[in-house]
């Protein structure tokens, strides 16, 4: 991982939606960047549990 980021492969994105720092790849835009957790479906609901779930979900599959 450290490795990315030496190589400026990666880099941290600030999410527009949760102020949340989130790794996003060199050449995705940075700026009104969304992370996966505010970037759900509608439908999926915007509460805290939800919202906790899907973090969860990301952190496991990184
Ligand atoms: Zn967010």
Same mark, same amino acid.
């Given at each position: ?7 400026? *492969? ?14 996003? #790849? ?12 505010? #970037? *759900? ?22």
């Amino acid at each position: 991982m450290v490795r990315f980021f030496d190589a400026s *492969m990666l880099q941290m994105a600030t999410c527009r939606e949760c102020g949340g720092e989130f790794v996003a #790849h060199a050449y995705d835009p940075t700026r009104g960047y969304v992370c996966g957790v505010c #970037h *759900m479906p509608a439908r999926a609901g915007k509460t805290r549990r939800a919202a906790e779930a899907a973090a969860s979900a990301a952190i496991a599959t990184a």
